[in-house]
């Protein structure tokens, strides 16, 4: 049972990781909460599906289509409705949460409720410590700590990820250093909504247009629990409520409709001890 505990943890905390940390990214930077950000994680979905299985086109043709078009869409939903109210999180939250409504009754009425799910971009599979572990698990894997590691550098070594650091430390101060603060913000956005188009490449859960709801939730907990803002923090706490959602799932088979509130259990008690979350900023320079 351990072995098949670790492996779920893994994929499961990899595709939350991913969702977290573009959540996350976008709050360090723009200080924005985007509560349609799962939305474009199943717009995603539908558009790899449809491409890939409807039109024929094969995994390949439908991931180079669908991962760009879903950015594109998050940039010009950034760029014509969130940045003009910026500076208002009430204005944010009820335009995101209307976005992703909207893109839920499109997909509604464009695709009906019928459930859908994506088949493995490799099929088969190997056994490790007597489990059977499918080579779309190991890729998912691949993925995300290719993924993780390149965003890791990208905001380390180059000079938009030094840019996009210090418009999360003082946007006012890297405007003076002439840092492009609007461009820097429309890129972050980029990068949050591309995290969610990837992590769409990697679910294995089936999904329909109300799906957004759920992953939302859980990330939410994910970006408070880690602290808001912190990339690293995001990460972490990923895999810790994704280890206890596969423990309800394994130990607890018949309350596994419960998964969440367990999720959500664990948050609480963590931010009890510390309210700041696990990497809590507590120096601005500490952001990302």
Same mark, same amino acid.
């Given at each position: ?23 996350? /990214? ?57 940045? =003009? ?71 380390? *070594?180059? *000079?938009?990820?030094?840019?996009? =650091? ?19 913000? #429309? ?37 408070? #629990?880690?602290? /808001?803002?912190?990339? *690293? ?5 990923? %895999? ?9 799932? %394994? ?7 419960? *998964? ?9 008690? !963590? ?7 696990? %990497?809590?900023? !507590? ?6």
């Amino acid at each position: 049972m351990i072995p098949a505990i670790i492996i779920r943890t893994l994929t499961t905390g990899g595709v939350y990781a991913l969702l977290a940390a573009g959540m996350s /990214l976008m709050f360090g930077v723009a200080h924005i909460v985007n509560l349609a950000h799962t939305a474009f994680y199943v717009v995603a979905a539908y558009g790899l599906w449809y491409f890939g299985q409807k039109l024929g086109l094969g995994p390949i043709a439908s991931i180079a289509i669908t991962v760009p078009a879903v950015t594109i869409l998050g940039l010009l939903s950034y760029r014509f409705l969130l940045n =003009r109210v910026r500076q208002h999180p009430q204005a944010i939250l009820l335009i995101t949460i209307a976005l992703a409504i909207v893109f839920q009754e499109i997909l509604l009425v464009r695709f009906s409720s019928d459930l859908h799910i994506l088949p493995p971009l490799i099929a088969g599979g190997t056994t490790i410590s007597g489990v059977l572990v499918t080579y779309q698990q190991l890729l998912i894997l691949g993925i995300v700590v290719v993924i993780m590691v390149t965003l890791w550098l990208f905001l380390s *070594k180059t *000079k938009m990820g030094t840019a996009i =650091r210090a418009t999360a430390n003082d946007a006012e101060v890297a405007s003076l250093m002439g840092i492009s603060v609007p461009r820097t913000l #429309l890129i972050t956005m980029g990068i949050g909504t591309l995290l969610a188009a990837v992590a769409a490449t990697t679910t294995t859960k089936t999904f329909f247009p109300f799906a957004w709801t759920s992953p939302l939730t859980m990330v939410l907990a994910i970006v408070v #629990l880690g602290g /808001l803002g912190s990339l *690293k923090g995001s990460t972490i706490g990923a %895999f810790i409520l994704a280890l206890v959602e596969t423990l309800v799932v %394994f130990l607890l088979p018949e309350q596994n409709y419960m *998964k969440l509130a367990f999720a959500l259990l664990a948050m609480v008690v !963590v931010l009890s001890v510390r309210p700041g979350g696990l %990497f809590g900023i !507590v120096f601005e320079e500490e952001r990302l």
